[in-house]
Antibody, heavy 125, light 107 residues
Framework: EVQLVESGGGLVQPGGSLRLSCAAS????????MTWVRQGPGKGLEWVAN????????HYLDSVKGRFTISRDNAKNLFYLQMNSLRAEDTAVYYC??????????????????WGPGTMVTVSS | AIQMTQSPSSLSASVGDRIIITCRAS??????LAWYHQGPGKAPKLLIY???NLQSGVPSRFSGSGSGTDFTLTISSLQPEDFGTYYC?????????FGQGTKVGIK
């Protein structure tokens, strides 16, 4: 079964750090881009960052650049989000998701086809 | 960053109703748009990619259309499991951006 499961969430003080993990199973992990998306309490979805399958290319939301770092361990099928200098506005459920590429009539699209259940991060003193 | 604006922000509908949700991009994004559904307390689920292509396993009552800046998601006959919040997402450029969501409630 294709599955993603996040872990590592919790309560952290402002300015603190936390590392989230996403365990992948049921598919060839190292060929897929992987993404982190978050959702603040009562708010909509917000794309955070993604990382190419071989770890060579990454993209970030402007508000997390320089504070968050995305990485992966393809030998262990694990995907990470290192979060430093955390702020109250980073409080959210964090989801990891797989990026699937689709080819339609010679056009390529990508979308997040598999999602984990999410892990809650609360930044508060 | 490209801004995605959905309308309406919420709606009430009955089982069997036809509903249409729109998504407008602040600049052209070709057909690089996906739609997701999120049930209460659940992770999002992919419905449509590339504006109009149905994800495997998604019922045919869902359809998408549009191009450039204006897109629509149509549900031809609303079912009980369709209630929840719908989001569009542009995958034309980085950072990826979601619409603010459309909450579909029971009338």
């Amino acid at each position: 079964e294709v599955q993603l499961v996040e872990s590592g969430g919790g309560l952290v003080q402002p300015g603190g750090s936390l590392r989230l993990s996403c365990a992948a199973s049921g598919f060839t992990f190292n060929i897929y881009w992987m993404t982190w998306v978050r959702q603040g309490p009562g708010k909509g979805l917000e794309w955070v960052a993604n990382l190419k399958g071989d770890g060579s290319v990454e993209h970030y939301l402007d508000s997390v650049k320089g504070r968050f770092t995305i990485s992966r361990d393809n030998a262990k099928n694990l995907f990470y989000l290192q979060m430093n200098s955390l702020r109250a506005e980073d409080t959210a459920v964090y989801y990891c998701a797989r990026d699937q590429d689709y080819s339609i009539n010679e056009n390529w699209y990508d979308a997040n086809d598999i999602w984990g259940p999410g892990t809650m991060v609360t930044v508060s003193s | 960053a490209i801004q995605m604006t959905q309308s309406p922000s919420s709606l009430s509908a009955s089982v069997g109703d036809r509903i249409i949700i729109t998504c407008r991009a602040s600049q052209g994004i070709r057909n690089d748009l996906a739609w997701y559904h999120q049930g209460p307390g659940k992770a999002p689920k992919l419905l449509i990619y590339g504006t109009s292509n149905l994800q495997s396993g998604v019922p045919s009552r869902f359809s998408g259309s549009g191009s450039g800046t204006d897109f629509t998601l149509t549900i031809s006959s609303l079912q009980p499991e369709d209630f929840g919040t719908y989001y569009c997402l542009q995958d034309f450029t980085y950072p990826r951006t979601f619409g603010q969501g459309t909450k579909v409630g029971i009338k």
